[in-house]
């Protein structure tokens, strides 16, 4: 067959210089890759569980009966848990704060039901329509606790394993379409894997700040999070089951190891009632400034005894969102949420005992930086390829991505099953089919048609290249030239490109010559 890269003239969408392009000029695409919009929305993608909690004076060892002092139901899962967390301290004097959305997932029950009256009692937004499942209880937390709150929990991730991958990529593109990108993305591994890969992906494909709280604690981590992680936040064990084989290292050279596997900005080891370290790498360089922090010295000594550590490290994580949202650095983001989670002990349960902004001491308050937004986390719009061949996408991504240029867009694709078009002209084909999947996607779209056209039959298949070889299969296509002695043929991609539903259709066409011979090679793109 014709050895080409289909997608090649994909170029031409940033950089239109090799390739005859039609109807078109660059200057109308320049809006999609120069948008840009102050930092204000918080995503967590994780769990929502309901917390089953049992106090007692002091945690059963094994085979051990013991006499408990109360028992209570709370409303829990690490995920909902921070944007409880984040939504109630965004209640505070500062309006720039505006969104903390959720993505996860709930039983038709009445635990689920709980969850989305709490949801909407705190302002978290979330997809009313895609919330809940019908298949599967909502996920619950068994959580002995003892009489110096420390605690033990075991997850039942019920409804939580129906958060896929393809459900959260579906619910943040939903998101950045009607709220402008997320500033922030988090995720924790309360869930599937894939899903929370797939939240961090996304957003460091949106140029968002992506972080990572690696709990319940894993003796690995998938290497594809490493780079597209900003802020990891483990604590003391979880850090030392993410770097295996590291007996008698410390805390700090674990964290430094972290930042050299990819973590890109941060790593931020909590410590519970000793605070936190922040390991971050200084700005364009190899080199890392190492800070012990803890909660601001203007918090007033508090007599008041540890009640509940449960949920004090989604506080933490929760409202260090919101302070780096409203522009703070990363070790004065960690300082305030150190005083924040130490709030958060003073009660029990863990929704519940997390501060309302207006609770906040003076040391607490939100101040919004207006200038945030000028930095390199800018806002992106999302660009729809219109296929459902996943290495297509793939290979788009690779030919506009590069290590010394980030994407200006988010990219991702949809499969829609638009009418089959029919005509002579290929060029006006794609603009009819791009017109109709900008109506569906109702935003920027760009669709891609690639002919295979045998000169000895005057340009067939052609734009029927697809039926052809479902009806023919490789060896007959080969065969429809038996019997020509030209084999030569061209493959023609065109892709079309608008801004939305009314904008001008910008049309990229492109040709490469070669020449039929026997079928070889990889079958990803069919021929």
């Avoid at 106090?55 to 709370?74: C, H, M, N, Q, R």
């Avoid at 129906?162 to 593109?173: K, P, S, W």
């Avoid at 729809?384 to 996408?393: E, M, Y």
């Amino acid at each position: 067959m014709v050895i080409v890269s289909p997608l090649s003239l994909f170029f031409a969408l940033l950089s239109p210089l090799k390739f005859a392009v039609r109807r078109s000029s660059d200057q109308a695409i320049r809006p999609l890759i120069s948008s840009s919009l102050n930092m204000k929305n918080i995503i967590v993608v994780g769990s929502a569980n309901v917390d089953l909690s049992v106090y007692a004076p002091s945690l059963p060892v094994k085979g051990e009966t013991i006499l408990g002092d109360e028992f209570s139901t709370s409303l829990g899962g690490k995920g909902a848990n921070q944007a409880i967390a984040a939504a109630r301290l965004g209640t505070s004097k500062s309006e720039s704060m505006k969104s903390v959305h959720m993505i996860c997932k709930v039983g038709n029950d009445s635990y689920g039901r709980s969850l989305i009256r709490n949801f909407d009692q705190a302002g978290v937004r979330y997809s009313a329509n895609d919330i809940v499942t019908d298949y599967k209880q909502t996920g619950i937390a068994a959580i002995s606790v003892d009489s110096e709150g420390e605690n033990t929990i075991i997850v039942v991730p019920g409804s939580n394993h129906d958060l896929t991958a393809d459900h959260v990529q579906n619910q943040i593109l939903e998101i950045f379409k009607d709220h402008g990108s997320g500033s922030i993305v988090m995720t924790q591994l309360e869930i599937n894997h894939d899903a929370a890969l797939m939240a961090m992906q996304m957003g460091r494909q949106a140029g968002a700040l992506t972080i990572l709280n690696p709990a319940p604690a894993q003796k690995s981590l998938h290497e594809d999070f490493f780079n597209c992680v900003d802020i990891i936040i483990p604590n003391e064990i979880e850090i030392r089951l993410l770097i295996p084989d590291q007996e008698g290292k410390s805390i700090e050279e674990l964290a430094k190891k972290l930042l050299e596997k990819g973590i890109r900005k941060a790593v931020i080891v909590t410590l519970g009632a000793k605070g936190a370290m922040v390991v971050e790498r200084k700005y364009d360089s190899d080199e890392v400034d190492i800070t012990m922090v803890s909660a601001p010295a203007g918090m007033q000594k508090c007599a008041d005894p540890v009640v509940d550590t449960v949920g004090a490290g989604d506080s933490f994580c929760g409202s260090l969102a919101v302070y780096l949202a409203s522009g703070l650095g990363t070790t004065n983001a960690a300082i305030k949420a150190c005083g924040v989670a130490g709030i958060s002990v003073l009660k029990k349960g863990a929704q519940s005992s997390y501060p309302q902004g207006h609770e906040l001491p003076d040391c607490l308050q939100l101040e919004y930086d207006s200038t945030i937004g000028n930095n390199s986390q800018t806002q992106k719009k999302v660009l729809t390829f219109v296929t459902g061949n996943k290495k297509k996408l793939e290979e788009v991504q690779a030919i506009l991505s590069t290590e010394e240029t980030e994407l200006a867009f988010v990219i991702t694709n949809r499969k829609i099953d638009l009418p089959e078009l029919q005509g002579e002209d290929p060029v006006e084909v794609a603009i009819a089919k791009c017109k109709l999947a900008a109506e569906e996607v109702q935003g920027p779209v760009f669709t891609e048609d690639t002919s295979l056209c045998f000169n000895a039959l005057n340009g067939m298949p052609g734009l029927y290249i697809k039926w052809f070889l479902q009806k023919c299969g490789h060896v007959g296509l080969n065969s429809m030239l038996d019997g020509f002695d030209d084999r030569s043929a061209y493959a023609q991609t065109i892709v079309a490109f608008t801004m939305g539903v009314g904008e001008e259709i910008h049309v990229f066409d492109g040709r490469t010559d070669g020449e039929i011979v026997e079928a070889r090679g990889p079958l990803d793109f069919g021929w």
